[in-house]
């Protein structure tokens, strides 16, 4: 049945690490994006793509990277310079910019940096 | 600049009871609202949605209203479960296709 995964569900890392978070959907939806929850914050977008093979920064894409290289897939990479990335992040897909912009959302990945 | 406000942090209601949820916005680009509802831990669910072009749309319990000349919508929830007890965010679409989310709003229902 088609949803959206996200893997781990907890992770813990290093400070100073890189940690890269995968995203996958089997939707076949065109979009997807990358969000971070903070207590208090709601939902901030980080990274944004609409296509295979291309994506834009969200409003908080400092410190993250990501690829689009498969239409299933949106990997999220933490950097090092991410300056305070324990939070929980959500991915989502949605059809596409021609349909309504429903978002459909993975279950989160809690990332603690320590 | 916070363009969807949520400035409930959080809402009790007694089980059987109307719950009404607010939010506002500031962008009168925003074409397409939608209310998505959390539980702790995991991923937002979408609850309803609503057009600018519309000023009501119901879905069973859940019905959410706009009005865009006070730029604000509302989700009323009637009558209100336990099982509503969640986390709910209004957001709102805008350039490209993003969608800007409030802050969220704790509803509590009480048995």
Redesign the interface.
């Given at each position: 049945d088609g949803g959206i995964t996200q893997s781990p569900k907890y992770l813990f890392r290093k400070e100073g690490q890189n940690v890269t978070l995968s995203c996958e959907q089997n939707l076949n939806h065109d979009a997807m994006y990358w969000y971070r929850q903070d207590p208090g914050q709601g939902l901030r977008l980080i990274y944004y793509s609409q296509i295979v093979n291309d994506f834009q920064k969200g409003d908080i894409a400092e410190g993250y990277s990501v690829s689009r290289e498969k239409k299933e897939s949106f990997p999220l990479t933490v950097t090092s310079a991410q300056k305070n990335p324990t939070a929980f992040y959500l991915c989502a897909s949605s059809k596409g910019r021609e349909l309504n912009n429903e978002q459909f959302f993975g279950p989160g990945t809690r990332l603690t940096v320590l | 600049d916070q363009q969807v406000k949520?400035n409930s942090?959080s809402l009790s209601v007694q089980e059987g009871r109307i719950s009404i949820l607010n939010c506002d916005y500031t962008n009168s680009m925003f074409d397409?609202f939608?209310w998505?509802k959390k539980y702790p831990?995991?991923?937002?669910?979408?609850l309803i949605?609503i057009?600018s072009i519309k000023d009501k749309n119901e879905d069973g319990r859940f019905t959410v209203f706009l009005n865009k000349s006070a730029k604000h919508l509302s989700l009323h929830i009637v009558p209100s479960q336990p099982g509503d007890s969640a986390v709910y965010?209004c957001?709102a679409?805008g350039s490209?296709?993003?969608?800007?989310?409030?802050?969220?709003t704790l509803l509590t229902v009480n048995p």
């Open positions: - | 949520q942090p397409y939608l998505y831990a995991e991923g937002p669910t979408f949605s057009s965010f957001a679409r490209n296709y993003k969608l800007t989310f409030g802050k969220g």
